[in-house]
């Protein structure tokens, strides 16, 4: 098992399990989340703004506000972004026991 080397804790989700990042009309698959970036799924048929600013909405129906810039484009076409306005710990944290209760008994 690897070791994260990053500043933030990261949370790579299940396919099932993905947020959304609601930006006005627009809604993106989040792959992982931490407190201060996302990657967003590959996106094909349409433009991502440069700056990004909307609702995070979690499988359990919890919401936070975000906002920050697509800082790159990963080699598998996702698109890193940087967060200003982040996740807080806490719902890191609480995404973390969900998934976790949800699939250790290998539910």
Not at 70 to 84: E, I, N
Not at 89 to 97: C, G, P, S, T, V
């Amino acid at each position: 098992m690897s070791k994260q080397k990053r500043q933030f804790f990261r949370i790579e989700y299940p396919i099932d399990e993905r947020p959304s990042l609601i930006v006005g009309d627009d809604t993106y698959e989040v792959l992982d989340t931490s407190e201060r970036g996302m990657r967003l799924a590959p996106i094909h048929a349409q433009a991502v703004p440069a700056a990004l600013k909307g609702i995070l909405r979690f499988r359990d129906g919890s919401e936070c506000q975000v906002a920050g810039s697509v800082a790159r484009q990963a080699p598998d076409g996702s698109l890193v972004v940087k967060l200003t306005l982040g996740i807080s710990l806490a719902q890191i944290m609480k995404e973390q026991r969900r998934l976790i209760q949800r699939y250790r008994s290998g539910a």
